[in-house]
């Protein structure tokens, strides 16, 4: 049963990804912006990092092979799309002792004054305001800085065989900007469906 739960959640994503990532996504000078991250953010926190970065780099092939249009396949976005995925799953899902602790420290004396839609929970990496906060900081940080705007920028300029400075300034700035949207569109989302999602979906992943 589990398997074929894992199945069903794996195709979702990945046509969610495709759909989001492909045909509602917005194209603008060698950038595409769209609300793929939902999916992925999603995929991550319920999946973990290494089916979450299978799904990713599957929804890049799959989405190459459905919209040619948009662009060659070129296996370095493949990589970077595994990537993503992985941080998420490693941020928002994994459980990290020294950022955990951190976290706590910080929130301790404001604990009692503090309401949350969830509550607190030893497994549950998001189960305080702060935690999300931070955790979906990291993940956003990671996929729209470093694996975005420095390594798919550097992608581009090798498939379109020119430096990589012409395209670096414009998809920093982009990436810049989609930094903040992540983190609250993610935290918004977890808020509405973060109990939907440890009561229904985690039971059947055990």
């Known amino acids: 049963m589990k398997k074929y739960y894992i199945t069903i959640l794996c195709g979702l994503f990945i046509a969610l990804q495709v759909v989001l990532g492909r045909w509602l996504a917005i194209d603008i000078i060698f950038m595409r912006v769209s609300l793929v991250f939902i999916p992925m953010a999603l995929g991550g926190v319920i999946l973990g990092p290494l089916w979450n970065g299978i799904i990713c780099a599957a929804a890049d092939i799959a989405g190459f092979l459905l919209v040619p249009s948009q ?3 070129f296996p ?5 799309a595994f990537l993503s995925g992985a941080a998420y799953g490693f941020f928002l899902k994994t459980p990290f002792q020294p ?12 604990c009692n004054k503090q309401s949350s839609t969830l509550q607190q929970s030893p497994t549950n990496p998001l189960s305080s305001a702060s935690s999300l906060a931070v955790r979906t900081f990291l993940a956003a940080f ?7 705007a420095f390594l798919n920028t550097l992608w581009i300029s090798i498939v379109y065989e020119r430096a990589y400075i012409v395209y ?8 810049l900007a989609m ?7 993610f935290g918004i989302i977890w808020r509405t ?11 059947k992943l055990r």
Do not use: H, M, Q
């Open 76 to 80: 370095g976005f493949t990589v970077s």
């Open 179 to 185: 930094l903040p949207i992540i983190v609250i569109v």
């Open 71 to 73: 662009g060659a396949y």
């Open 99 to 110: 950022l955990d602790d951190f976290l706590k420290n910080i929130t301790k004396p404001k």
């Open 193 to 203: 469906l973060g109990k939907f999602i440890e009561r229904n979906v985690y039971p």
């Open 168 to 175: 670096f300034t414009t998809r920093f700035i982009k990436s």
């Open 142 to 148: 990671c996929v729209t800085i470093i694996f975005d």
